[in-house]
């Protein structure tokens, strides 16, 4: 397994456009995450799912946010009308609930990082 | 809901010097504990964890944190450091939700 794998690793966008990142979790993993990671910030959460359900939104998710899972695999991000406020570094990560024994907590892939300029 | 304090934003130190990064969590549940390491441009990776026995936990790279349930703490700590440990640690907790994070410490190892 080559772990949690995110794409693109940059994204330079203008201000306006949509952007959708993608993200593959660990195959047998069947919670997915979305953090958000400003400069000088820790990660925040913004929105998880369990298979292809979507469990919890942030409130930083707003209407412009969009996630989805479809068939429960790999999940996307979209973000429409950029702000140039949401330029940060979008993370993903996967776990394997129902199982404590062992547990190894989230795996997160290595982000993509957004620029709107 | 749960949330972490990280005491210390930054931290230099020498090489071979010991440090402590300091985290402190609130929780009205039972918590897991996580302490992850974030280099350059790079995702987060999973330094150590608290799930449930010893209070304390290591890693393989000499790191230790001890889950202090008193005191809320779970405190980072290596004996000496190296050049290579410098970079961004983030402490996080979880409870009844998804992981929630830290601020972060930035440790820079001085040569």
């Known amino acids: 397994d080559t772990g949690v794998s995110q794409d693109p690793r940059h994204k330079i966008t203008k201000r306006g456009q949509n952007v959708t990142f993608r993200c593959d979790p660990i195959s047998e993993h069947n919670r997915l995450y979305w953090y958000r990671q400003t400069l000088g910030q820790g990660p925040e959460f913004l929105t998880y799912?369990?298979?292809?359900?979507?469990?919890?939104k942030s409130r930083l998710l707003s209407d412009r946010f969009s996630a989805e899972r479809p068939k429960g695999s790999f999940s996307t991000l979209e973000i429409q009308r950029t702000e140039q406020g949401d330029s940060a570094m979008y993370l993903c990560?996967?776990?394997?609930?129902?199982?404590?024994?062992?547990?190894?907590?989230?795996?997160f892939g290595s982000g993509t990082r957004l620029t709107v300029v | 809901a749960q949330s972490v304090t990280q005491l210390d934003s930054q931290v230099p130190v020498f090489e071979e010097a010991p440090v402590e990064l300091r985290c402190n969590y609130s929780?009205?549940?039972?918590?897991?504990l996580f302490w992850y390491v974030q280099y350059p441009n790079q995702g987060l990776q999973l330094l150590l964890k608290y799930l449930s026995g010893s209070t304390l936990v290591e890693s393989i790279n000499g790191f230790e944190a001890e889950f202090n349930k008193s005191q809320t703490s779970f405190h980072l700590r290596k004996p000496s450091v190296h050049i290579s440990d410098t970079a961004e640690y983030f402490c996080a907790v979880k409870g009844n939700t998804p992981l929630v994070f830290g601020k972060g410490t930035r440790l820079s190892v001085i040569a």
């Open positions: 929780s009205s549940v039972s918590v897991y």
């Open positions: 990560a996967s776990s394997l609930e129902g199982r404590r024994a062992g547990w190894d907590g989230y795996t």
């Open positions: 799912f369990q298979n292809e359900a979507q469990l919890e």
